[in-house]
Structures are given as C-alpha cells and as structure tokens.
C-alpha cells in the first residue's frame, strides 16, 4: 500500500518529528552534561528544540521537502511546548507515585543532583527507586522545571509527546488517502487515547510515556517501509533512545518490535531498508544504554550486578505482592491476565477482601465509573467496554478473512498484532494494564484493517466498535475534572497558608512532594510531628499534615470547594 507526504500530513509529518526528537535531544544532552560533570540547566531544553530544527532543516534540504511545511512544523512544535507548560502548570500532580518519588527524583535533578556521578543518600525519599529506575521521563522534565522554577511544568512532557503521537499517527492515516479524513481524525484520537495514556496525562506517571513511545514505534516503521528516508530513522532513533529510558520494560518492548519489524523486513526481501534500520537501531540502542542510560542500567550492572536492579538480581524487591489483587496469588499469568480483561474495572489494592469476579463483556456498575479514571487501576485498566471490544474486534476480524483474497491484505497487520500478543504475553505480570500498554492497538488495527479492506461491508459492527471505543475513552475523561477540584481545593489550602503570614508547622509523609508547593509559594514551614495533636488537616491527596494557623482556621470556602471535598 502507497503513502505519500502531501500538503495536508508532511507539516503533520514533521511535527511530530520535531516534538519527539527534541525530547531526545534533551535526554542526550543532559546526559553528555552529566558525563562532563554538570547538571541539569535551564539552557538545556530550548537549545535541544534548536538544535532538532537545524538538524531537520539539513534532512529535509537533503531529501527535497519543501521549507515552508518545515517552517510551518517549527512554529506549530513552538506553539505546542508552550501550550502544553500551561496545561501543565494548572493541574497538580496529586498522584500516590508522583507525589512519593517521581516529582522527588525531578526535584533532585533539577537541584544539582547528577545521577551519573553520585546517588542519592537514604534519607531522601524512597531513594531506592530514584536512583535505580529509568530516567528518560525525569530528565527532560526536569529541564522543563529548572526553566520554569514551578515543578507542575515537567508533566508538559506529557502533553507534548501526546499531541507529537497525534500528529504521526494523523499524518500516516491521511497519507494512505484510502479513508475519509473524519475516520484519520477519530483513528487518530481514538489510538492515542489509549486510556494508560490518558489517564496518566496529568501526572508525572511513567507508562502512558512508554504507551507513547510504543505506538510511536509502529508509526515509525509504517512511514520507514514507506519510503520516507532519513527523516523517519532519525525518529526511530529518538524513539529508541527515550523507550529503553522511560523504565525497564521499555528496553523488552523496544527489543521485542526491533527484533519483529527486521524479521518483517527480511521477510519481505527489503535488504536496503534492513541494513538501514538494523543500524540505525544498533547504534541508537548502544546510545540509549551506554549514554543515556548510564544510570540506570551501567550503574546498577556495576554496583548490583544486574541492569534491572531493584526488580530484579540477588537483591531484588518485590513491589508486586503488595499490588496483587485479592484471589491473584496462586493464579498462573494467562489466567491473571485474562481475569484481569474480563473482569469490572477496580483497584483492589484498597479491599484485600473483596475477590475478583469475571463480568458480562459490556456490563458496567458504578465500580466500573469510579475506577476508569485512576492512573494505576489494578483490574481491567483499559476501561469497562474493553473486553467486550476485544470480542468485536474478533468478530471483526473472522468476518475480514473469511472474505476471499483479504488474508493476503491484512496480513501485515496481523503480524503487528501478533508482534504485541507476543509483547504480552511474554511480561510476567501482564494483568496490570500500565504494564502492557500496547494491548490498546490490538482492536483499533482490526478496525483499521476493516476501513481499509472492507470500507463499505460489517457497517452496523464497524459503527458498534467505534461507539464502544468513544464511551470507554470518555469515562477515562472523568479524571480531568475530578483533578480540577483536587487543584481547587489545592489552591484554596495553599491561599489559606499564606495568608497567614506564619511559619507552618508540618509532618511530611511518604508524599513529601507537598514541600516543593510550599517552597514555590514563599510559605516557611518547619518540620514536627504532629500524630495525635488537634487542629491538624492533611495537604490534599496526601498522607502529609500541618497545624492549622488559628489566624486561618475559619478561612472562607466556596460552595464548589465544599461539594468537590466529599470527592477527595
């Protein structure tokens, strides 16, 4: 099948090149920085954004595509970083992880620390996991933050790699010119929705990145048989380079496609484009580990023998068990796993009573509502509808090769869903769904291949299949204003402690993220404990406390933030 860069998908085309090369970019040059004995700097991330739109006007004078869509993808990528701090700087974090070590390990970059050189002691919060895992997430983000001096910035890394997927994902569906550009857009949106991603949009949450960087791969590879040259291995690259970062199971997954798009390519007698990919992944993987990668994975080799550490290796810690919903314990991982699709969407880590029921495929209680949103939910992460989308999705597919001659078209795609099946299968504790994001593509592929191949045939399934989609992302929506009111009612604490004109008096939990938001606002506080004392109110989503300053204590509350508390 032919695609094309046309006027409406190569400025598409390009931003998302633009946008995801110059997170790359800030990965390899803190990292260089960190090797010359530096530290993260505000400089760091503007002077990566130009040093990705010079490389890319070089590749595009070279491979003839026209400024103007260039000049056009530079501005639109300009419009998208700022654009995305602002969203970023009106919602809070208020994430258990994020709170705990995410927006801790951000801090502590952006404040000097180099993670190449030295670790950080004990005594910082779950220091464990600060120094050991990934930080291809962290990094670029705490770039962002030293830039912005507001920790909030550093989820617009989120919002960027999000609208670059979009941008890729849209340019590829507009470039087959086979489907209406109404279906490219809700394709579009609805593959990048994918609801780990979505979910985790707001937080400093790790997997809807690797969920990003995964689809980002599939569209790479598209676009690479397509014959778009030097632009797209760049891309690969970059999207190699942040993956194997992001967090352990990035490196398995990036592994895992590499591996399947060169056996494709081999296959299919594309020897040139082989060679091109197999080096451009080689070279770039020796980059993520070796460079980008010098902690964690040299660091943790050298110090604890295994690049996996703390999950794995003689002295590994188990962070599963305590996850582990209730029932899960004796279950083998196919039967984890398919308990988990089929099962009402919960988070059972709060009731270890209650057991894990299989559900109706396309049933839903107010359990299902309540726990689509969450940024970890335990069972049935994708949503609700997921399961009973799955087995449309088989219909569809069973009716697509029962046509004569469609195997031959769609089997390509079924290597792509095979390829993800395998990436699945192959994690041991694959019932999590932030843990195999990629499960997401399994439905919209068969979907896609039924537009391609069968456009005006199984209407009536086709249109179910969408529905069912839409509704499932949209009940992962329900989380953006429920965070609005958690950001009221984190405004409204933050308004009342100023106002007091006093030193606050406060006993930080296991979330001591909360201290950045003091700092930020110019509130003094001083540290105590404060178990058993009265007029004590907790931060927010948060198990850290203070002493309400009496001057304060009657501060006046809107009738919004007294009905959004009954939701804390």
């Known amino acids: 099948m032919k695609i094309t860069l046309q006027d409406n998908n190569s400025v598409l085309f390009l931003t998302g090149n633009i946008l995801i090369t110059s997170i790359a970019m800030v990965l390899l040059l803190v990292s260089v920085c960190f090797f010359a004995g530096g530290n993260v700097a505000a400089w760091q991330f503007p002077t990566a954004f130009v040093l990705t739109a010079g490389m890319y006007f070089l590749i595009c004078k070279k491979q003839l595509i026209d400024n103007r869509s260039l000049i056009k993808a530079i501005l639109i990528s300009i419009a998208v970083i700022i654009i995305s701090i602002i969203a970023a700087l009106s919602l809070y974090d208020v994430t258990y992880d994020g709170q705990s070590y995410h927006q801790e390990g951000i801090y502590q970059l952006k404040n000097g620390w180099n993670s190449f050189r030295v670790l950080l002691p004990k005594s910082v919060n779950m220091a464990i996991y600060i120094n050991h895992y990934g930080k291809g997430v962290e990094i670029p983000q705490s770039t962002l933050y030293a830039l912005t001096h507001q920790i909030e910035s550093a989820k617009a890394t989120n919002f960027i790699l999000f609208s670059a997927v979009f941008c890729l994902t849209l340019s590829l569906l507009l470039g087959l010119n086979k489907i209406t550009p109404f279906k490219c857009i809700l394709s579009a949106l609805l593959a990048t929705c994918n609801p780990i991603i979505i979910n985790q949009l707001i937080s400093t949450y790790v997997d809807g990145q690797l969920a990003l960087m995964i689809q980002s791969f599939f569209i790479t590879a598209i676009w690479l048989i397509a014959g778009s040259g030097y632009t797209s291995l760049l891309l690969l690259a970059s999207v190699i380079v942040i993956g194997a970062n992001v967090k352990f199971t990035g490196v398995v997954y990036i592994v895992i496609f590499s591996i399947s798009f060169l056996a494709w390519l081999l296959f299919n007698k594309k020897i040139e484009l082989f060679k091109n990919v197999l080096y451009t992944s080689l070279f770039s993987g020796v980059v993520a580990i070796l460079l980008a990668g010098y902690n964690p994975y040299v660091v943790n080799m050298v110090k604890f023998s295994h690049p996996f550490y703390p999950l794995m290796g003689k002295q590994k810690v188990d962070i599963v068990g305590y996850n582990l919903p209730n029932g899960f314990e004796q279950k083998n991982g196919m039967n984890k796993l398919f308990t988990s699709l089929f099962a009402h969407t919960d988070n059972q880590i709060s009731n270890k009573q209650k057991t894990v029921d299989l559900k109706l495929p396309f049933a839903i209680n107010k359990t299902d509502i309540l726990n689509a949103s969450k940024v970890d939910t335990r069972i049935a992460g994708f949503g609700p509808f997921f399961s009973g989308i799955l087995l449309l999705s088989a219909v569809l597919l069973c009716l697509l090769l029962a046509q004569p001659g469609k195997f031959i078209l769609i089997k390509n795609m079924l290597y792509l869903a095979a390829a993800i099946v395998v990436a699945v299968l192959i994690m041991p504790e694959s019932w999590w769904a932030r843990y195999i994001p990629q499960t997401w593509y399994l439905p919209i592929i068969v979907i896609l291949a039924a537009e391609l191949y069968a456009a005006n045939k199984f209407q009536v399934l086709k249109l179910f299949l969408y529905l069912f989609l839409i509704v499932n992302v949209s009940l992962c ?37 909360n201290r950045f938001r003091l700092e930020e606002n110019h509130i003094p506080y001083q540290e105590r404990n404060l178990d058993g004392l009265p007029d004590v109110e907790n931060f927010i989503r948060s198990d850290s406390k203070f002493i309400i300053p009496a001057n304060v204590a009657s501060f006046p509350e809107s009738k919004f933030l007294k009905w959004a508390e009954q939701f804390k």
């Open 477 to 513: 929506l329900i989380g953006f204003g429920w965070n609005m009111m958690m950001t009221a009612l984190v405004n409204h604490q933050i308004t009342k402690l100023k106002a007091s004109h006093q030193i606050i008096t406060v006993q930080f939990g296991d979330l001591k993220a």
